[in-house]
Every structure is written in structure tokens, then in C-alpha cells.
């Protein structure tokens, strides 16, 4: 039997209790399969810890982490502490050292969930986001000269490699291909342009290698506006650090809201564990109610089953909470509602015992 290590990092807010429902709903399907199980290994790591301790995680973490076969994360965050000190020295600490350099987000509206446009079929919102995830923008590179005083001059640059720029976009043509659907990139090289003329010129190469694959090339600016008007156009997308960070917020939105929306982090070598989180905050407004919408994170716990081979069951977890959705009759306020993340999280766990 196959024992799939798991590293929960629950963190702030309302990452325990939905991480908790997640947990459920993987115990169950390796309950139901007699073929794999799991292990799970707490870190008490975040913004609590970060009040004790003076850091966001042990100072050996990362070597801690590494034996692990995948992070499940919650969310990390807390009045308190600063948001940039919370999001890089945990979470992008994580994906940086973990060479995690592909984010990919399902933007799928499923049946049952919330339609936010006119003149549009619930099926044309169906795209797989796949957001370069460790340079770009978000390199942490620039300076802060002069500060404070008149003359101040701040730098963020980003950072385009060879490598990193061409594995993210290879990576998307594979996926295109194997799904057997198109892939979009968005830019931006009219108005950036080293950047994203050296972006498109690489997509523009690689796209060689892949002449079955249909493709498309889009600015952001118009791929916002599209992403509204003709979400279809839409299949496989790939995408820069920032353009995809902005333009999956835009996605959840079109896909049922902040509590549906799922992210996984990929090391696609698999020299290192992968990081699998619901992609909303710790939400401290409701922390600690019973409030939280725990989809999301069961939904990323789906990505997970996929990324082990276990993708029957991955489909069994996304095919409850479609199911829980189309019954309308245990869902939290956030959907209009009344029941508890628990209760949710329970609902599921029957739906998937039903359907496999
Ligand atoms: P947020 O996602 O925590 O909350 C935004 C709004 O959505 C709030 O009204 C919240 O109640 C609601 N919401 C979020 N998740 C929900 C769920 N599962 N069910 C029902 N309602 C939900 O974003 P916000 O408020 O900007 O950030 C709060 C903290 O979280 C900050 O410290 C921020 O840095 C951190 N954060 C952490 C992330 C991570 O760990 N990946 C991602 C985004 C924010
Ligand atoms: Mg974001």
C-alpha cells in the first residue's frame, strides 16, 4: 500500500477549519481505495507562531518540508503582522526554495454554482490557468534609494529568464496538448517591452515544438475585457507571475466565488514536494465561526489526488462538490446558506462515499 506523506500547514484564521474538512474528504477516499493512505504531519506555522517566536516558521523548515510528499496549506495572514512579512517569509519562502515555478487554477464554473454573466452558457467558463510562479514581477528584486527623503527612488524590476520563461510556457503546451484544447497567452509587449516582447518571442518558439496546438497570443488589458465578454475563447492559458495573479482573482469570480477557488503549486520534476491551498486568505472576519466556506480548500485537496495518479478520485471530489452545489440544501452563507464549514465538509464526505 502506497503512504502519501503529507506536510498541513493550517496557518491562520480560517485555514484550520477548512483544512480540516479537506483532511476529511482525503481520508475518505483513501478509505474507500484500498490501494493508498495518508499521513499527516502538522506544522503549528504562521502568524501565532510569528507572535512567539519572532518568525513564521523553524529556521530549518525547509529542510523540515522536504521529505514530504506534498504541503497542504490553509492560509496564512493575521492583523498583526505585516502582510509582506506573513507572504514571504512562509508562503513564497516555500515556492521559491521548492522550485514550485507553475501555479495552475481551474477556472471552471460548475452546475449548481453561481452564473455572474448575461449572455453567457455556464459551460464556456472552463479554463485551466497556468501562472508562472517564480520570477516575473514577483522576483523580489529592485532597491529603495534615498528613503524618506526628497530625492527617494524606489526600483521593482522583474525577472525574465531563458529557462524560467520557456519551462512555464512548455509546460502549458504540454498540458494544451495532452487535454487536446487550445493554449492562450497573455502579455502586455506594446507597453513592456523587454519583458514581455522577450515573452512572446519565446511563446512564439516554442509554439514550434507543438504544431498540433492550436494557439493564441492576447494583451492583458484585453484579456480582462474578453475574459467577461467571450470567456470560451479561453482553454489553456498561460501567463505571467502578475498577470496571473490578477487575472485568476478576475477567474474566481467568474467561477463561483473566493470560497470555490483552488490553487496548486508544481515542482513538475518532483525533486521537491508540491504545495496544494485554497487560494482565498485567513478571512479574519469570520476566523473561528464555524462561517468559512471549506470548498476551495476540498477542491485543492482534489488537485492533490490528481497530482498523486489518483485521479479517479480526484474526479469523485470535484464530481461532490458539483453534486452539493446542484442540491442547494447544505452550503454556507457566503452561498446563501446556513451551514457550518463541518457540515459542509460532512455532506461531502457522504456524496463522495456515494459515488464511489
Ligand atoms: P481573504 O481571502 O482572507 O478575505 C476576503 C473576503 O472573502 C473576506 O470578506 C472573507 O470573509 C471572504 N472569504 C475568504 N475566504 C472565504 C471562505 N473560505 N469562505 C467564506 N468567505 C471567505 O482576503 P483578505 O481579507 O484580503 O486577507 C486576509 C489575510 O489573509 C491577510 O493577512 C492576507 O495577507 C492573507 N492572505 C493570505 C493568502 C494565502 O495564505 N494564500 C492569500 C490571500 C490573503
Ligand atoms: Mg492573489
Same mark, same amino acid.
Given at each position: 500500500?502506497k503512504?502519501?506523506?503529507i506536510?498541513?500547514? /493550517? =496557518?491562520? @484564521?480560517?485555514g484550520?477549519?477548512?483544512?480540516? &474538512?479537506g483532511i476529511k $474528504? *482525503? ?9 493508498f493512505?495518508?499521513d499527516?504531519t ?6 501565532e507562531f ?8 523553524d529556521?530549518?523548515?525547509?529542510e523540515?518540508?522536504?521529505e514530504f510528499?506534498?504541503?497542504y496549506?490553509?492560509?496564512?495572514g493575521f492583523p ?24 495552475i ?17 455556464r459551460?464556456?467558463i472552463n479554463m ?10 514577483? /522576483? =523580489?528584486? @529592485?532597491?529603495?534609494l534615498?528613503?524618506?527623503q &526628497?530625492?527617494?527612488? $524606489? *526600483? ?5 529568464s ?15 496538448k ?20 522577450f515573452?512572446?518571442?519565446v ?7 507543438y504544431p ?12 480582462a475585457m ?12 498561460v ?5 496571473g ?5 478576475l477567474?474566481a469570480a ?6 470555490l477557488?483552488?490553487?496548486?503549486n ?8 508540491s504545495m ?11 476566523a473561528?465561526?464555524g462561517?468559512?466556506?471549506?470548498l476551495?480548500?476540498i477542491w ?20 461532490a ?23 459542509v465538509?460532512d ?10
Open positions: 500500500m503512504t502519501f506523506k506536510a498541513v500547514i /493550517a =496557518g491562520d @484564521g480560517i484550520p477549519e477548512v483544512i480540516d &474538512e $474528504v *482525503l481520508n475518505k477516499t483513501a478509505e474507500l481505495d484500498s490501494g493512505r495518508f499527516f502538522y506544522f503549528p506555522w504562521g502568524c510569528y507572535a512567539k517566536h519572532g518568525k513564521m516558521m529556521d530549518n523548515g525547509i523540515q518540508l522536504k510528499d506534498a504541503i496549506l490553509g492560509a496564512v498583526g503582522v505585516p502582510d509582506h512579512v506573513s507572504l514571504w517569509e512562509l508562503l513564497l519562502k516555500i515556492r521559491k526554495s521548492f522550485d514550485q515555478y507553475v501555479n487554477r481551474p477556472i471552471k464554473l460548475l452546475k449548481g454554482a453561481h452564473l455572474p454573466l448575461v449572455d453567457v452558457n459551460e464556456d485551466l490557468f497556468i501562472r508562472e510562479n517564480s520570477e516575473g514581477e514577483y /522576483a =523580489g528584486a @529592485g532597491d529603495w534615498f528613503k524618506g &526628497e530625492n527617494e527612488v $524606489v *526600483l521593482q524590476n522583474s525577472v525574465f531563458r529557462k524560467g520563461t520557456e519551462r512555464i510556457i512548455r509546460y502549458a503546451f504540454e498540458t494544451a495532452r487535454e487536446g484544447r487550445s493554449l492562450t497567452s497573455i502579455s502586455k509587449a506594446n507597453a513592456l517591452n523587454y519583458s514581455m516582447v515573452w512572446d518571442q511563446f512564439e518558439e516554442v509554439s514550434r515544438d498540433e496546438v492550436e494557439t493564441a497570443s492576447y494583451l492583458v488589458d484585453a484579456a474578453l475574459m467577461i465578454k467571450d470567456p470560451k475563447r479561453f482553454e489553456v492559458v501567463t505571467s507571475n502578475l498577470f495573479d490578477i487575472l485568476t482573482d477567474g467568474l467561477a463561483g466565488g473566493i470560497g477557488a483552488a490553487g496548486a508544481i515542482n513538475p520534476e518532483r525533486h521537491y514536494p496544494f491551498e485554497p487560494i482565498h486568505g485567513s478571512a479574519p472576519d469570520i473561528g465561526q462561517l468559512a466556506n471549506p476551495a480548500s485543492s485537496a482534489s488537485q492533490m489526488l490528481d497530482f498523486f495518479g489518483c485521479e479517479d478520485y480526484g474526479k469523485t471530489v470535484l464530481n462538490i458539483e453534486q452539493l452545489l446542484l442540491e442547494q440544501q447544505v452550503l454556507t452563507p457566503d452561498m446563501g446558506g446556513t451551514a457550518s464549514t463541518a457540515e465538509g455532506r461531502v464526505v457522504e456524496i463522495v462515499a456515494s459515488l464511489a
